[in-house]
């Protein structure tokens, strides 16, 4: 099979629904207006653990508007929320929304208010008032780690692993072990979690939702309301981010959907941005330890990695952050042990670059730590630690530049400018500092199906039920298409995000680069070949489509092709990789960091897209620095409850926060993982960007901090950075 050629151009196209976006005639989940639209508004618990004893909404149904209340007292059953007949209830499960009394977190919806209006069903909702039996509650991680218990094995991914010697770190010649905490981060994508519900019949219902996966979506409806997935149609035509928040459907649109059953219209509910703390995910709470042991000369010995994460009462979260340790590098014996701890909050869920983001900050502090007891650079330690091939598994890899990703990043930032002793160099009165970190995440193929269409005036449409959640997939997706088909990207139109679409995978784990472009590759081969068939042998390998159609009186011509991964993935280890360097001034006095200059380096084969790529670069590199020095979920533990839930007291980065950020490319195709060449990014530009940013604090502070985020007051002591 032929392959795609390597870019030409050093930009790229611009996005195809760049315009649609910034004139506003993009329509996002809760902009549809539907004949007899009604509002809902969600009720939470105001206490953290316990039992609701009663609900007064007398008040709210008296309340101007308001057509109806649903609490657990008077909801209609949701099939699948109960157990098949002879069998128990589940221990542990997703939110069963108005399932039972139970309280176990706070903000836990209780009642759903509907109305005309938006503004009366959220007036009616703060007449609702409820009485409960409360309970002694847990939210705090670090009081109950010996608590943690061994999750299931996910995703092929297993809590314990040991490779050579346990704890061979602890023989070591040059040996360090140190603690690592990162605290809850919250995902806050621009776009409010929002779902329009509509019954077209008694057994069939349609769903305007943000998703990254709109058959997924569907599939889990169909579950939860025992019905066919062909009797549910999903929508979700455009996402305004997501990163992990939008990969299951959450308690608010099994709500919706029950609304909308009640009162016999379509239901519109949309979360709260207060919600958006508690109802959808978040990164989970997450203490590791590192035991990590060299030669003299920086050959590692051992790494022993032990984490424990936060997850729900109700259900069971892993994201495997020691994962990451058992393969960035080469290291003859390592042991990872991983446990969770369940606590009355919402259920985690996974966050760009989820466990690898995470564990990455424990594994590539611990290396810079031990660069320095070491008094070996950085970046000469990780080299001398090289992998040629998959230490877990002993394959070799589909593609890996990680070095040649290392030199252009280390060149472009001016890494021989460092110094390395900590605190050496001053800027106007700032101390200055170099941090690097490396990054990692598995690089999937999955299945894909394309439906590619020629039409009579020479458009070419794609359609896929893929989802788009900001990172240009459409714009991807038309590149691939126009070069494979040798016609303008204007002559090009991808239909994405509607359920009833040919099967695509969720938009999460950097794979839709991957899998959905290899199978519009594919499709468009066999689209040629189809023209090719109806003029004969010897035809040109672009011809006249529109002549081809005209003489053969057709008004179209169509495939529809599956594409999936072949045994290569049992031949080759497939990872994406990432180098970030940071440079940052911190005031003396004050404790203040502001970053100076960042490079980040991908290595993940063809750059498809490269405006869009870059994009991708910057984002991950702003939610790195955000993760390092801003971000926090904060609890009042004496009430279970989050007390920064907003935008005024949750700190993300803003412009000022932010340098000019270069996004670089190795940009060699991967021969092996499909036939683009092309493997993911979203996950790497943030993998070890906190890491980069907190080796970076050091070596201008000679202070090591090991809690995120990196605020002044951890780095001033007696008004003196130390």
Same mark, same amino acid.
């Given at each position: 099979? +032929?392959?795609?050629?390597?870019?030409?151009?050093?930009?790229?196209?611009?996005?195809?629904?760049?315009? #649609?976006?910034?004139?506003?005639?993009?329509?996002?989940?809760?902009?549809?207006?539907?004949?007899?639209?009604?509002?809902?508004?969600?009720?939470?618990?105001?206490?953290?653990?316990?039992?609701? @004893?009663?609900?007064?909404?007398?008040?709210?149904?008296?309340?101007?508007?308001?057509?109806?209340?649903?609490?657990?007292?008077?909801?209609?059953?949701?099939?699948?929320?109960?157990?098949?007949?002879? @069998?128990?209830?589940?221990?542990?499960?997703?939110?069963?929304?108005?399932?039972?009394?139970?309280?176990?977190?706070?903000?836990?919806?209780?009642?759903?208010?509907?109305?005309?209006?938006?503004?009366?069903?959220?007036? /009616?909702?703060?007449?609702?008032?409820?009485?409960?039996?409360?309970?002694?509650?847990?939210?705090?991680?670090?009081?109950?780690?010996?608590?943690?218990?061994?999750?299931?094995?996910?995703?092929? &991914?297993?809590?314990?692993?040991?490779?050579?010697?346990?704890?061979?770190?602890?023989?070591?010649?040059?040996?360090?072990? =140190?603690?690592?905490?990162?605290?809850?981060?919250?995902? +806050?994508?621009?776009?409010?979690? $929002?779902?329009?519900?509509?019954?077209?019949?008694?057994? @069939?219902?349609?769903?305007?939702?943000?998703?990254?996966?709109?058959?997924?979506?569907?599939?889990?409806?169909?579950?939860?309301?025992?019905?066919?997935?062909?009797?549910? =149609?999903? !929508?979700?035509?455009?996402?305004?981010?997501?990163?992990?928040? /939008?990969?299951?459907?959450?308690?608010?649109?099994?709500?919706?959907?029950?609304?909308?059953?009640?009162?016999?219209?379509?239901?519109?509910?949309? #979360?709260?941005?207060?919600?958006?703390?508690?109802?959808?995910?978040?990164?989970?709470?997450?203490?590791?330890?590192?035991?990590?042991?060299?030669?003299?000369?920086?050959?590692?010995?051992?790494?022993?990695?032990?984490?424990?994460? =936060?997850?729900?009462?109700?259900?069971?979260?892993?994201?495997?952050?020691?994962?990451?340790?058992?393969?960035?590098? $080469?290291?003859?014996?390592?042991?990872?042990?991983?446990?969770?701890?369940?606590?009355?909050?919402?259920?985690?869920?996974?966050?760009?670059?989820?466990?690898?983001?995470?564990?990455?900050?424990? #594994?590539?502090?611990?290396?810079?730590?031990?660069?320095?007891?070491?008094?070996?650079?950085?970046?000469?330690?990780?080299?001398?630690?090289?992998?040629?091939?998959?230490?877990?598994?002993?394959?070799?890899?589909?593609?890996?530049?990680?070095?040649?990703?290392?030199?252009?990043? %280390?060149?472009?930032?001016?890494?021989?400018?460092?110094?390395? *002793?900590?605190?050496?160099?001053?800027?106007?009165?700032?101390?200055?500092?170099?941090?690097?970190?490396?990054?990692?995440?598995?690089?999937?193929?999955?299945?894909?199906?394309?439906?590619?269409?020629? &039409?009579?005036?020479?458009?070419?449409?794609?359609?896929?039920?893929?989802?788009?959640?900001?990172?240009?997939?459409?714009?991807?997706?038309?590149?691939?298409?126009?070069?494979?088909?040798?016609?303008?990207?204007? *002559?090009?139109?991808?239909?994405?995000?509607?359920?009833?679409?040919?099967?695509?995978?969720?938009?999460?784990?950097?794979?839709?680069?991957?899998?959905?472009?290899?199978?519009?590759? &594919?499709?468009?081969?066999?689209?040629?070949?189809?023209?090719?068939?109806?003029?004969?042998?010897?035809?040109?390998?672009?011809?006249?489509?529109?002549?081809?159609?005209?003489?053969?009186?057709?008004?179209?011509?169509?495939?529809?092709?599956?594409?999936?991964?072949?045994?290569?993935?049992? *031949?080759?280890?497939?990872?994406?990789?990432?180098?970030?360097?940071?440079?940052?001034?911190?005031?003396?006095?004050?404790?203040?960091?502001?970053?100076?200059?960042?490079?980040?380096?991908?290595?993940?084969?063809?750059?498809?897209?490269?405006?869009? $790529?870059?994009? =991708?670069?910057?984002?991950?590199?702003?939610?790195?620095?955000?993760?390092?020095?801003?971000?926090?979920?904060?609890?009042?533990?004496?009430?279970?409850?989050?007390?920064?839930? !907003?935008?005024?007291?949750?700190?993300?980065?803003?412009?000022?926060?932010?340098?000019?950020?270069? %996004?670089?490319?190795? +940009?060699?195709?991967?021969?092996?993982?499909?036939?683009?060449?092309? @493997?993911?990014?979203?996950?790497?530009?943030?993998?070890?960007?906190?890491?980069?940013?907190?080796?970076?604090?050091?070596?201008?502070?000679?202070?090591?901090?090991?809690?995120?985020?990196?605020?002044?007051?951890?780095?001033?002591?007696?008004?003196?950075?130390?």
């Amino acid at each position: 099979m +032929n392959k795609l050629n390597h870019p030409k151009s050093s930009t790229g196209p611009s996005r195809v629904d760049g315009r #649609l976006k910034v004139t506003g005639a993009a329509k996002y989940s809760a902009e549809y207006e539907l004949a007899g639209l009604v509002y809902g508004v969600l009720v939470g618990s105001t206490i953290t653990k316990g039992v609701i @004893k009663s609900i007064d909404t007398q008040k709210a149904l008296r309340a101007p508007g308001v057509l109806a209340v649903i609490t657990h007292f008077n909801t209609p059953v949701v099939p699948g929320y109960v157990p098949e007949k002879g @069998k128990p209830e589940p221990e542990k499960s997703p939110l069963r929304v108005f399932y039972d009394d139970k309280i176990v977190f706070n903000g836990q919806p209780i009642a759903l208010v509907i109305a005309e209006t938006f503004e009366r069903a959220q007036f /009616a909702g703060s007449l609702v008032k409820a009485e409960y039996t409360e309970d002694k509650h847990i939210t705090r991680l670090t009081d109950h780690l010996d608590n943690g218990f061994t999750p299931g094995e996910m995703f092929g &991914m297993t809590p314990e692993y040991s490779r050579g010697t346990v704890a061979a770190w602890n023989t070591a010649p040059v040996k360090l072990e =140190q603690e690592y905490i990162i605290p809850s981060e919250v995902h +806050n994508p621009m776009e409010l979690h $929002a779902c329009i519900a509509r019954w077209d019949a008694e057994n @069939k219902f349609t769903v305007w939702t943000k998703t990254q996966g709109v058959k997924e979506t569907q599939n889990e409806l169909a579950a939860f309301f025992k019905l066919p997935p062909e009797n549910i =149609q999903v !929508n979700s035509k455009f996402v305004g981010g997501a990163f992990g928040s /939008a990969l299951q459907v959450w308690s608010h649109e099994v709500a919706a959907v029950i609304g909308a059953k009640v009162v016999k219209r379509p239901v519109k509910l949309v #979360l709260s941005r207060q919600d958006m703390f508690t109802s959808v995910g978040y990164r989970p709470h997450t203490w590791q330890k590192i035991g990590i042991g060299a030669t003299a000369d920086g050959k590692l010995v051992g790494i022993t990695h032990n984490a424990v994460g =936060q997850t729900s009462a109700y259900e069971d979260f892993a994201e495997f952050p020691t994962g990451v340790s058992r393969y960035l590098y $080469a290291c003859p014996n390592v042991d990872t042990h991983y446990k969770i701890v369940s606590l009355n909050v919402g259920s985690p869920i996974w966050m760009r670059g989820p466990g690898e983001a995470t564990g990455t900050f424990a #594994l590539e502090s611990a290396i810079d730590e031990l660069s320095y007891q070491l008094n070996i650079d950085p970046i000469e330690l990780r080299m001398k630690n090289y992998a040629e091939t998959d230490p877990q598994s002993n394959k070799p890899y589909s593609s890996k530049f990680l070095n040649e990703a290392y030199k252009m990043g %280390a060149d472009h930032i001016g890494w021989s400018d460092r110094s390395p *002793k900590p605190g050496a160099v001053t800027k106007d009165g700032w101390l200055v500092g170099y941090g690097v970190s490396g990054g990692v995440f598995g690089a999937d193929r999955e299945p894909a199906t394309v439906k590619a269409t020629m &039409m009579a005036d020479g458009m070419l449409v794609l359609q896929t039920a893929v989802s788009d959640i900001g990172p240009g997939t459409g714009t991807a997706m038309v590149a691939i298409a126009a070069e494979t088909m040798g016609i303008p990207a204007e *002559k090009v139109r991808f239909d994405l995000g509607d359920s009833s679409y040919p099967n695509a995978p969720q938009q999460g784990g950097s794979t839709i680069a991957s899998s959905v472009g290899s199978a519009v590759y &594919m499709a468009c081969t066999d689209l040629k070949e189809k023209f090719q068939q109806l003029i004969g042998n010897g035809g040109k390998d672009h011809p006249d489509y529109v002549k081809v159609l005209k003489e053969h009186k057709l008004d179209k011509l169509e495939v529809v092709t599956d594409s999936k991964a072949g045994s290569e993935v049992d *031949k080759y280890q497939m990872y994406s990789w990432s180098v970030h360097f940071v440079v940052v001034h911190v005031h003396p006095a004050t404790g203040v960091v502001k970053v100076d200059k960042v490079a980040c380096v991908a290595d993940s084969g063809r750059i498809i897209s490269p405006k869009t $790529a870059r994009s =991708q670069v910057i984002g991950g590199a702003v939610m790195g620095i955000g993760m390092a020095l801003t971000e926090e979920a904060v609890y009042d533990h004496r009430y279970g409850r989050l007390v920064n839930s !907003n935008f005024g007291d949750y700190h993300v980065p803003v412009n000022a926060d932010i340098p000019q950020i270069e %996004a670089l490319f190795v +940009n060699k195709p991967d021969p092996i993982i499909n036939p683009i060449g092309a @493997k993911g990014m979203g996950e790497i530009s943030l993998i070890g960007m906190a890491a980069a940013v907190a080796n970076a604090v050091y070596n201008a502070t000679g202070k090591r901090i090991r809690t995120l985020p990196i605020t002044p007051d951890k780095l001033v002591e007696w008004g003196v950075v130390s």
